[in-house]
């Protein structure tokens, strides 16, 4: 069993109210065992929503939205429920969305808000990492199945 970004399957629940459709995800779903998540509406936020970005302050990782909101409570309730979920299913692993403030495995924007991205992970990704659990990307599929 693997926890997948819900976006991923084609739920429009991306910030700008989109999604990421992948369709090699999709085939995967009809044929394994894949559980939907997106951790930033599990943490209350709404579809569609303003952009957000991690920043780093103080040593601390701080999500922000592009007005300059402070959001970090929202990723990380919905970074803990994710995590509940993994627990309680017991997956295998993680398949999530790379560049995300929330899913991001391997790159992340870097808090500026103008398309730059950095070595990075999102706080659900770290979480889950954090614990244990094995985080992919869509670029990992051919080896994962």
Do not use: H, W
Request: proline share 3%; with cysteine.
């Amino acid at each position: 069993m693997y926890i997948v970004s819900a976006c991923l399957l084609g739920v429009n629940c991306r910030y700008d109210g989109q999604n990421n459709y992948n369709e090699k995800i999709y085939k995967l779903f009809k044929k394994y065992k894949l559980f939907p998540v997106c951790p930033e509406v599990l943490g209350g936020m709404e579809i569609p929503r303003n952009p957000c970005e991690i920043k780093i302050i103080d040593n601390k990782e701080k999500v922000f939205d592009i007005n300059g909101n402070e959001r970090t409570n929202e990723f990380q309730i919905g970074a803990r429920k994710v995590l509940d979920i993994a627990k309680l299913i017991n997956i295998d692993g993680a398949i999530l969305m790379d560049r995300s403030p929330s899913c991001g495995v391997n790159k992340i924007y870097d808090g500026t808000f103008n398309n730059n991205l950095i070595n990075g992970t999102g706080i659900t990704t770290k979480l889950l990492k954090d614990n244990d659990f094995k985080v992919y990307t869509t670029l990992d599929l051919d080896n994962l199945f």
